[in-house]
Every structure is written in structure tokens, then in C-alpha cells.
């Protein structure tokens, strides 16, 4: 089935030490989004890519980059994680046509920083 | 800049009951609304889209409506289960921009 995975679901790293979240899509859409959530919030936009041109958020901090190397995969690095990046950070899609600018979710990567 | 809300934050009700989740935005030129389901620790799941021209959505014991001049959405449930407990998002997406998401509704079906 066409869909969104992250990976991995759960990761764990120490302060300040680098770590890399991945996503992936099957359904071919031209936009792809990173969202931070935190605790009964709702998402927060970080970045998003419209085919590979990228776009981040104002407030999004220097210590979130991304990469998209092609239309399938996208990737969120955190360079220097502190304990406030702890969060769900989630995936999604988008196609780019018409008014069905739906976005499709992924299952999310759940970050723990010790 | 958009801003959206979601009353109430919290609800709870007993299986079977009909109920209606609020969502409101300050900027009525949306291109479309949608509607997303949230599990504890899990992803988004999307429930409903109501593109701008669209004045409601249904799928199966859910119904969405729009009404962009008083800048409002509603997500009706019909005949409650315990399986319906969630959070409940809406998403709103303007020309020009991206999804601005409420904070949700908590939903809490008693058995």
C-alpha cells in the first residue's frame, strides 16, 4: 500500500549528541513536511520541501537542517540535541495539483534526549 | 496570519451519544479543512478534507461541515463508541500558505 514510514519509531539519544530521523513515501506527492509535537500541542511546522526547493519556518532553530536527496526520501537532522527537543516528530505528504492538498501522515518518531 | 482553535479541549461522553467537536479560524480564505484523528504516541490519521467550495464532507458515522464566512468547522460524530476516544486536529490551509493546526479535542468515550 502507498504510504509514509519514519523511521526509526522510537530513538534515543544523549544531549547534545547528533541524530538523524528518516521518512520515506511511496505515493509519489511533491511536498513533504517535517512537523515537531510536543506534548498535547498541536504540530509544529519545521520545514517543508515543494519538489526540492526548501522552505523552513522563521522560528524553526538553527539546530533542525533537512535533506531531501530525492522526491521519496526526506531526512531531519538534529545537530545538538537538548532535552526542550524532546517530541513526536512527524511526517507528511502532500500532492502538489489541485484542491485535494491533503497531507498524509506518517506514524511518527517518538524522540527521547537523556 | 491564520490562527485556529479547537473548543473544547476536552470532552467526554457516554457511548452512544451524538456529539460535535468546534473548530474555528480568523482567516476565511482557506483553501480546504481537514480533519485528523491522533491515538496516544501515534501519527495523524486523516478523517475528512472539505476543500473551500464544499459545504460538507460525510464518511460513514462522521460529518464534517464548513462555513467559511463565520470562520467555523464541526466535526459530528454520530452514536459514539469507546473505540472513538482520540484527540481530534483540524488543519486549515490557506492560499500561499501552510496548514495551521488547532490543538485538538481529547475525546473520552465511557463505556
Known amino acids: 500500500d502507498a504510504m509514509v514510514i519514519q523511521n526509526p519509531r522510537y530513538q534515543v539519544t544523549q544531549f547534545g549528541k547528533p541524530v538523524t530521523l528518516s521518512c520515506s513515501q511511496t505515493l509519489n506527492h511533491n511536498v513533504m513536511y517535517w512537523y515537531q509535537q510536543k506534548s498535547s500541542q498541536a504540530p509544529k511546522l519545521l520545514f517543508h520541501?515543494?519538489?526540492?526547493?526548501?522552505?523552513n519556518e522563521a522560528d524553526t532553530p538553527d539546530n533542525f537542517q533537512s535533506r531531501r536527496p530525492n522526491t521519496s526520501f526526506c531526512f531531519l537532522d538534529i545537530r545538538s540535541p537538548g532535552l526542550g527537543d524532546a517530541a513526536m516528530y512527524l511526517c507528511?505528504?502532500?500532492?502538489?495539483?489541485?484542491?485535494?492538498?491533503?497531507?498524509?501522515f506518517g506514524p511518527g518518531t517518538r524522540l527521547t534526549v537523556l | 496570519k491564520q490562527e485556529v482553535t479547537q473548543i473544547p479541549a476536552a470532552l467526554s461522553v457516554p457511548e452512544g451519544e451524538n456529539l460535535v467537536l468546534n473548530c474555528s479560524f480568523t482567516d476565511s480564505a482557506i483553501y480546504n479543512l481537514q480533519w485528523f484523528r491522533q491515538d496516544p504516541g501515534k501519527g495523524l490519521t486523516s478523517l475528512l478534507l472539505i476543500q473551500s467550495s464544499q459545504r460538507e464532507q460525510t464518511s460513514g458515522r462522521l460529518n464534517a461541515s464548513l462555513d467559511k464566512s463565520s470562520g467555523r468547522s464541526t466535526l459530528y460524530i454520530a452514536a459514539s463508541q469507546p473505540g472513538d476516544s482520540a484527540t481530534y486536529l483540524c488543519?486549515?490551509?490557506?492560499?500561499?500558505?501552510?496548514?495551521?493546526f488547532g490543538p485538538g479535542t481529547r475525546l473520552s468515550v465511557l463505556p
Open positions: 520541501y515543494y519538489d526540492k526547493d526548501f522552505n
Open positions: 507528511a505528504t502532500s500532492p502538489r495539483s489541485g484542491g485535494l492538498n491533503e497531507q498524509f
Open positions: 488543519a486549515a490551509l490557506n492560499y500561499g500558505q501552510n496548514f495551521v
